[in-house]
């Protein structure tokens, strides 16, 4: 899943067809910017050990995202450098963690994209649980499983269905295209009101006050999703 569309773009796209929004939790930041990822989920419940991390992306796909769950705990970091050079070595595409990451100057610089609740230096102290590691995760509520898409970028993490991105990801680079055409017609001068003839949407909806600039521009064949 190379170039992935803006999360922006993505987000639209689920509303214009109807699928189900699920956004991770905004206090999900990525490690450094401009480093946008899209792959499938590869979920995990951490317990307290590398180990689960270790399995996890053992079997992973190539291209997935390793998806931890601790809780959003702010008292451990459990993911440090060791196990995001361990999953851009395998092939993985990037790491979402709810919870904290460590490291943070060696993750930036290996360029693996990491989406976190922020740093910490202190690693996990308790004992872990024996058994097998969880595949599964929850990021604040929002269920992730090996059957869902993870988009994120610098405004955020999203969950998609796999059987629903590759039409989501088609109308999201519509809309992307569309939203580009938009802002180059704009900066060659002609504003984003005359694009939309803004004018008229007004004079109208000052005789019908029901009518949205969404549906007046629907009818027009034309969008804007903000």
Known sequence: MTDPAPTAALADACVRLGVPL??????????????????????????????????????????????????????????????????????????????????????????????????????????????RAMRSAWLDGVEVTADDVIAADDDGVLVIAASAWPQVAEAARQIQAIELAQAERMRGGESLRAQLDFAAYRARQAAEPDLSLRRYLAERGGAIEV
């Open 22 to 131: 699920r956004l991770g939790p905004a206090s999900l930041r990525p490690i450094a910017p401009h480093a946008p990822v899209a792959g499938p989920a590869m979920p995990v419940t951490h317990a307290g050990s590398v180990d689960v991390f270790l399995e996890a992306i053992d079997d992973a796909p190539p291209g997935a995202v390793l998806v931890v769950d601790n809780g959003g705990r702010d008292d451990e970091a459990c993911v440090g450098d060791l196990v995001a050079l361990e999953a851009r070595e395998a092939g993985l595409a990037g790491l979402v963690v709810w919870g904290r990451h460590r490291d943070t100057a060696q993750i930036v610089e290996m360029g693996i994209p990491l989406h976190s609740r922020g740093a910490l230096p202190a690693g996990p102290r308790r004992v872990p649980p024996a058994g």
